[in-house]
């Protein structure tokens, strides 16, 4: 079955600074690759993802490729904000999206 | 356009016991899918249900079962209840079966003392 592991938590990080939360899947086919935030006491919101190799997910100033030869889907932020600090989760499906396999969740703290 | 919908929100129950948990899907939206995320984790799928049928389930046993309605909504039933069951319980729905978006209701917190 498919698998994701994500960079290991929790992250602290000033405010304004760079985020990269690092994911990598296994998979067969063609999966789509997903990320996902979680803020205190809410669902998941879909952040943003990508169907093909080579795709670029971007949304609210983050950003994530979709790079078949390292199996890779990391999440970069420039500049982060307090409002940020949520958690993160990487996502994979290659069926439909309901069967989604997700990774463990990051937690990121940033302070002003 | 309404979000998918939970209930209830929380939820205390003892080892034994069995459960209800409700999800409304997201107008339009025909297919659902139900997560369990235990503390620190992240979500497991246990099951679809797409068009009142299952389709598909994840690695939980037979006394998680559940239910789709013609209005699209859904059921999640736990019997005998144990205290590995405590976790946040998620719903997500989707437009239609191959669609490759959900969307995440709130969650049930379920505590089983």
């Known amino acids: 079955g498919n698998s994701v592991t994500q960079m290991e938590g929790p992250v602290t990080l000033s405010e304004e600074a760079f985020l990269t939360i690092n994911c990598t899947y296994t998979a067969t086919g063609y999966p789509s690759l997903f990320w996902y935030v979680q803020y205190p006491g809410e669902g998941l919101q879909l952040l943003l993802k990508?169907?093909?190799?080579?795709d670029k997910g971007s949304n609210k100033g983050f950003e994530a490729t979709y790079r078949k030869e390292t199996t890779s889907f990391h999440l970069e932020k420039g500049s982060v904000q307090v409002s940020d600090s949520a958690v993160y989760f990487c996502a994979v499906n290659n069926t439909n999206a309901g069967k989604s396999t997700f990774g463990d969740g990051t937690t990121l703290t940033v302070k002003p | 356009e309404t979000g998918v919908t939970q209930s209830p929100t929380h939820l205390i129950k003892t080892r034994g016991q069995q459960v209800t948990l409700r999800c409304s899907s997201q107008s339009g939206h025909n297919t659902v899918s139900w997560y369990q995320q235990a503390l620190g984790q992240g979500p497991q799928f246990i099951f679809q249900?797409?068009?009142?049928?299952?389709?598909g389930r994840g690695n939980f046993p037979p006394r998680f079962s559940g239910l789709q309605f013609p209005n699209y909504s859904s059921e999640l039933n736990v019997n005998a209840l144990e205290l590995d069951d405590s976790a946040l319980y998620l719903c997500a729905s989707s437009f239609d079966l191959f669609e490759r978006e959900q969307y995440f209701g709130p969650g049930t917190r379920l505590t089983v003392t």
């Open positions: 990508a169907t093909k190799a080579d």
């Open positions: 249900y797409y068009r009142e049928e299952e389709n």
